[in-house]
């Protein structure tokens, strides 16, 4: 089960389809391998960018049930966010049998207030169970919730199946400071803060107290390299890797266009075998395929794990 304690690189797991939209089952098995390989500590799957809302609840399940078998002692977190609590019941009671760690849940557009983010949380636990493990996840770029960290709090301090909070407010490092603040001055318990955005400002964000990364960039084994070095006080070291991936990062962190490029990426890794999309998705131009290529091409002058993935 997941639990505060939760650090590292839970990666944000693609959704691989074939050419024609079927779930790809042999790249599913590859993927949770490739990631494995990848030195994570957990995955999270069908999150925003893992096209969630484009899998009916049949195969949600079935994907994820796929996914928590082969993944065997890694823990699974599982998104369960859907427009109506019914939906959100059956299918985190799905995963949780099958031997899911926990389950994710985003806010949706509609709540603005800080009584209705709390209260929308309160439902959630009443529809799932309050022994259901759940991550808040704070990405107010594509909900458009606004989540003060006194909301946080309050979300953590009445439920203590809370676990995690997925931060991925931008700018947000200040927010991380401020909950960990809470922490240490007893207003509330510890919990665990893993990022988002790509990766794109995980350097600092371990820095301000960040346990890791919950992100789906294409080389999560540099994200867990960088954990590492932090966790080690070598502080330059981490910021010269990170650094050497940063063009890269910022090219996937594009709005509309990032899914491709990671698929893309994790395509020419041997991750997947498809950079498929199901519709409605996005294709790379050759413009932006060139690009990519020449991205990988500088990268891997500063780091070998990138040697021979551009065409």
Known sequence: MLTEAARGVYVIAVTPFTDDGRIDEASTDRMVEFYRDCGVTGMTILGMMGEAPKLDTDEAIAFSRR??????????????SAPGFASMRTLATAVMDAGAAGVMIAPPPSVRTDDQVCGYYDQCVSAIGSDVPFVIQDYPLASGVQMAPSVIRRIVTAHASCKMLKHEDWPGLEKISTVRGYEKDGSMRHISILTGNGGLFLDFEMERGADGAMTGYAFPDMLAEVIRLQGK?????????????????????????????????LKRRGAIASEAQRSPGTKLSNAALAEVDYLLRRLATRDPRAAGLAD
């Not at 065997?72 to 977190?77: G, H, K, M, S, V």
């Not at 502080?235 to 990671?262: C, K, M, N, T």
Request: aromatic share 6%; hydrophobic share 45%; proline share 4%.
């Open 233 to 265: 006080g070598q502080r330059d070291a981490a910021h010269d890797l990170f650094d050497a991936h940063l063009a890269l990062l910022r090219y996937e962190q594009q709005p509309g266009l990032g899914l491709a490029v990671r698929k893309y990426v």
């Open 67 to 80: 996914v928590v078998k082969r993944a065997r002692d890694l823990p699974i977190i599982v998104g369960v």
